[in-house]
């Protein structure tokens, strides 16, 4: 029975074992493209391949687990210099201050981006509800064209902060949202 290896992020399989393989075997057993793992051999990222004397790859038998860790990195939201920053030269060495490091300041970029999505999310809200609460007397084209010039021109906070003239239409939309 194979033993289990498990990386930092979370990727769990069975240990590939001591043989190397060519190409089109890694490419099956990781699920990606001959291409895609060329990339990721000329970003930096395997580098323990070696050519046989036909000139065909031969990659190590944790050329596996690399490639999960590099897009289970992807996928939490690392870039490919970041992973090649963290990945260690050997699986068994990781360095556990960068990497907790690293983690931490992934964390902190997604909470910044939340954060500002959340700011624009409450923007948008706000210009579709100017939008839809025009004044009886104003035409949608127009309100439309002055509530996004000022949008543009303003930045998209004075279109919360515009001063708002509205009919009796917009008044029941606004006292029926929460």
Same mark, same amino acid.
């Given at each position: 029975m194979r033993a289990w290896v498990t990386s930092p992020f979370g990727l769990n399989g069975p240990d590939p074992g001591p043989t190397a393989m060519k190409i089109g075997e890694l490419a099956r057993r990781s699920g990606?493209?001959?291409? =895609?793992? =060329?990339?990721? @051999? &000329?970003?930096?990222?395997?580098? &323990?391949?070696? /050519?046989?004397?036909?000139?065909? %790859?031969?990659?190590?038998a944790d050329a596996l687990m690399i490639l999960g860790i590099i897009v289970g990195a992807q996928r939490t939201g690392f870039s490919l210099d970041e992973i090649? $920053? !963290? #990945?260690? &030269?050997?699986?068994?060495?990781?360095? /556990?201050? @960068?990497?907790?490091? &690293? #983690? =931490? /300041?992934?964390?902190?970029? !997604?909470? $910044?981006?939340?954060? %500002?999505?959340? $700011?624009?999310? %409450? $923007? #948008? /809200?706000?210009?579709? %509800?100017? !939008?839809?609460?025009?004044?009886?007397g104003l035409g949608c084209a127009d309100n439309a064209k002055r509530l996004l010039k000022e949008f543009v021109s303003n930045g998209s906070r004075s279109a919360s902060r515009s001063p708002r003239k509205h009919g009796a239409r917009s008044r029941n939309i606004a006292a029926a949202r929460p």
């Open positions: 990606l493209t001959t291409s =895609r793992i =060329r990339f990721y @051999e &000329a970003k930096g990222l395997l580098n &323990a391949v070696s /050519r046989r004397a036909n000139g065909y %790859r031969e990659y190590p090649r $920053q !963290i #990945l260690p &030269a050997d699986l068994g060495n990781w360095r /556990r201050g @960068e990497l907790t490091g &690293a #983690l =931490r /300041r992934k964390v902190a970029d !997604i909470e $910044q981006m939340e954060k %500002r999505l959340g $700011q624009s999310k %409450r $923007q #948008l /809200r706000t210009l579709i %509800r100017n !939008i839809e609460g025009k004044s009886d």
